[in-house]
């Protein structure tokens, strides 16, 4: 299953970077991929983010153009609880909610 979260404004970084290694620790074997783009608070740069299994890189991207900044994830795996997924990432959100899901 594919599940795509995006999201307005900033991400801090800490929590963001604290979510995630918690997050692919504890579904290991059931992610298969993550990719996304990021925007961090404070950061003028995109950043690009891709897992594989547990394994994680996070890069900075282009700056941002004169757009709406956005973080967009996207899971792709099995037995994923995305309720629980969602609810602890809604966690990380500086001022911001999920503006649209995918299934």
């Not at 504890?26 to 547990?54: A, H, P, T």
């Not at 900044?69 to 309720?83: A, Q």
């Amino acid at each position: 299953m594919t599940k795509e979260f995006i999201i307005p404004g900033a991400l801090d970084f800490e929590k963001f970077s604290l979510w995630i290694r918690n997050n692919i620790f504890f579904n290991k074997g059931n992610v298969y991929r993550i990719k996304g783009i990021l925007c961090f608070e404070g950061m003028d740069e995109q950043y690009i983010f891709q897992s594989i299994r547990s394994d994680f890189m996070l890069e900075k991207g282009r700056p941002w153009p004169n757009e709406i900044r956005f973080s967009k994830l996207v899971f792709l795996g099995k037995y994923i609880d995305y309720e629980k997924l969602e609810n602890n990432f809604h966690q990380i959100i500086l001022n911001s909610k999920v503006l649209h899901e995918y299934d």
